[in-house]
C-alpha cells in the first residue's frame, strides 16, 4: 500500500510506540526465555566492546532493512518503508538512551536529571539486581512502572537474593 508522506509519518511514528511494547515482550518472553544463551552477556560484566547479545541489535537492523527494502526495491509499498523507518527509529532511541546513558558504552557526561531519565535508569538498574533469567523486573526500554512499584515486585519475587541491596537503594533513590 502507498501513503502520502502525512500517513507515512503517522505509521513511523506509530510502529515507534508499537516496538516499545514489542520490546518489552521480546525482552521478557524471548530474551529472559529461550534466548538467555544470547542475553545474558548483557547481565554480566562485559570484557571488550561487544557482548553476545548485540545480536539482537543485528537480528533488529536486519528487519528494518528488509522492510526498507520491500518497500523500495520490491515495491510491496511505502507503507513497509515507513515500518522500517520507525523501526530504525526506536532502535536509535534505544541505543541512544540504553546503551548509551545508562550502560555507559560511549563516554559522556549527560546525567540523567529529569524524573523520567531518572526513572528509568532506576528501573534498570533495578532489572540489572538480578543475575538470573527470572526474578528480574522492568522489561521495557523506554517506559518503566512507577519504582516503588517495581521495588514490591522484586520483594515478591522468588529468587531474589535477601542481601541484594538494590531494591532498598532504588527506593531511597526515588524519595
Known amino acids: 500500500m502507498d501513503v502520502t508522506i502525512p500517513q507515512g509519518i503517522a505509521i513511523a511514528l506509530a510502529t515507534v510506540a508499537c516496538m516499545e511494547a514489542f520490546a518489552y515482550a521480546a525482552h521478557r518472553w524471548i530474551m529472559h526465555g529461550f534466548m538467555w544463551v544470547w542475553h545474558a552477556s548483557h547481565h554480566r560484566e562485559r570484557h571488550g566492546w561487544f557482548e553476545r547479545n548485540d545480536l539482537f541489535a543485528v537480528v533488529f537492523a536486519a528487519v528494518s532493512c528488509a522492510l526498507i527494502f520491500a518497500g ?9 518503508t515507513w515500518v522500517g523507518g520507525g523501526v530504525v527509529v526506536y532502535g536509535m ?6 546503551d548509551v546513558i545508562v550502560h555507559r558504552r560511549v563516554a559522556h557526561g549527560v546525567v540523567p536529571r529529569s524524573r523520567y531519565f531518572r526513572r528509568i535508569v532506576q528501573a534498570h538498574r533495578l532489572h540489572h539486581a538480578v543475575g538470573t533469567k527470572g526474578g528480574t523486573v522492568s522489561f521495557g526500554f523506554l517506559y518503566a512502572p512507577p519504582i516503588p512499584t517495581l521495588v514490591a515486585a522484586m520483594k515478591r519475587a522468588p529468587g531474589l537474593r535477601a542481601s ?6 532504588a527506593e531511597a533513590e526515588a524519595r
Open 72 to 80: 523500495t526495491q520490491l515495491h510491496l509499498g511505502s507503507a513497509l
Open 93 to 98: 532511541m534505544y541505543f541512544a538512551f540504553h
Open 164 to 169: 541484594s541491596t538494590a531494591p532498598r537503594a
